[in-house]
């Protein structure tokens, strides 16, 4: 049972939202393929960054934890957790564009995201030789620099984040040791700042605000293809 740990967890973060997507006044499941498509692109970016980091000891998998299926030097699990996560959060984002009339964050949103870029590219500077802090900071604060030019109204996808949150302090809690007799995920904390939120490096948050944004950037593209 113990080798099925991270697999559990990521089935069950996903269970509820993919139940939800067929409720029939808002299915969801009728935009699986704006997900699907969006969803391939970014996780090979993620996929191809994660087995660089693993292979140079940025971090690593506790084979305890595992069903002991790789692909390349990363887990099923780990693939897997690219899909479950990002297919919970754009769901949740799809459901507040009809459940909420107006974010609470359309009036700040353009704050928020200056403060952001402004605070990730210190960051990255400060910590250019932590391969950890030196990306996630990076590559997040040029994702949102990105966003801004283009006048993305960005609103949601900070309610989104926000909603995430306790959800990501349980799922990436379990998987850097809370409740656990040792991680599932290990980092190695010469790559990063040091600054654990709870077992959660804090750089976790900023590259899952990463994944989650380009998942939703990406749904939202495909959608409108389609429609």
Request: hydrophobic share 50%.
């Given at each position: 049972m113990k080798s099925?740990?991270?697999?559990?967890i990521d089935l069950a973060c996903v269970f509820v939202p993919l139940v939800a997507s067929f409720y029939?006044?808002?299915?969801?499941?009728?935009?699986?393929?704006?997900?699907i498509k969006a969803n391939c692109i970014v996780t090979i970016l993620f996929l191809i960054w994660d087995?660089?980091?693993t292979a140079i000891g940025v971090?690593?998998?506790n084979p305890e934890y595992l069903t002991g299926i790789f692909i390349g030097n990363l887990p099923l699990e780990e693939v897997l957790f690219f899909i479950c996560i990002p297919f919970c959060c754009v769901f949740s984002y799809f459901a507040f564009t009809y459940l909420v009339k107006r974010s609470p964050f359309t009036s700040v949103q353009h704050h928020i995201t200056t403060i952001l870029i402004v605070v990730f590219t210190i960051l990255a500077g400060l910590y250019f030789n932590h391969w950890y802090t030196v990306t996630a900071c990076g590559f997040t604060a040029l994702y949102l620099?990105?966003?801004k030019l283009k006048k993305v109204d960005l609103a949601f996808h900070y309610l989104t984040f926000l909603?995430?949150?306790?959800?990501f302090f349980a799922s990436n809690g379990l998987l850097t040791g809370s409740f656990l007799d040792a991680p599932i995920v290990w980092y190695n904390d010469a790559e990063n700042m040091g600054i654990r939120m709870?077992?959660?490096?804090?750089?976790?948050?900023?590259?899952?605000l990463l994944l989650i944004f380009l998942n939703i950037e990406?749904?939202?593209y495909f959608e409108n293809k389609r429609i």
């Open positions: 099925l740990t991270y697999l559990l029939p006044k808002h299915a969801f499941y009728k935009r699986w393929m704006s997900f087995y660089i980091f971090w690593g998998f620099m990105y966003l909603f995430i949150l306790p959800f709870f077992t959660i490096p804090i750089e976790d948050s900023i590259y899952g990406g749904f939202r």
